[in-house]
C-alpha cells in the first residue's frame, strides 16, 4: 500500500503561481504511474498530470498544457506540479494518486489518493 500526502496549496492571484508537492511513502513500482487531479464544486474529478514514476514520461490534460509542469523526484519521493498563469479556473482541490496499471488518463484505475490540498485563485 501506499500513502501519499499532498502540500503547498493556498490562495493566489490570477496570473500567479503555486507549486504542489506530494509525499509518497510505501512501495512503488517502476510501471506507475504519478497523476495529479482536480476537483472543482460541483465538477467531477478530472486528470490534470500524470508523470511516470522512473522514467519520466510525462503528461498533461489540454487546459493545462503550458502552464503546469509535472516532475518527481525518486530519491526524496516526492512529485511535484508546479502551476504558472494560474486561472480562476483553476480552482479546485488538487489531489496526488498513483496508477499502477499504466492507464494514465482515468481516475478508476488509480489505486491510493491522497487527502487533496485546496487551491483558490482570485479574480
Known amino acids: 500500500q ?3 500526502e499532498e502540500s503547498g496549496g493556498g490562495l493566489v492571484q490570477a496570473g500567479g503561481s503555486l507549486r504542489l508537492s506530494c509525499a509518497v511513502s510505501g512501495r512503488t513500482d517502476s510501471n506507475d504511474i504519478m497523476g495529479w487531479f482536480r476537483q472543482a464544486p460541483g465538477k467531477e ?3 490534470v498530470a500524470g508523470v511516470k514514476w522512473v522514467q519520466g514520461f510525462t503528461y498533461y490534460a489540454g487546459s493545462v498544457r503550458g502552464r503546469f509542469t509535472v516532475s518527481r523526484d525518486t530519491a526524496k519521493k516526492t512529485v511535484y506540479l508546479q502551476m504558472n498563469s494560474l486561472k480562476p ?3 479546485a482541490v488538487y489531489y496526488c ?3 499502477p496499471s499504466n492507464r ?3 481516475s ?3 489505486t491510493d489518493w491522497g487527502q487533496g490540498t485546496q487551491v483558490t485563485v482570485s479574480s
Open 2 to 4: 501506499v500513502q501519499l
Open 97 to 99: 494518486a498513483i496508477d
Open 108 to 110: 478508476e484505475y488509480y
Open 89 to 91: 479556473e483553476d480552482t
Open 45 to 47: 474529478r478530472e486528470f
Open 104 to 106: 494514465i488518463w482515468r
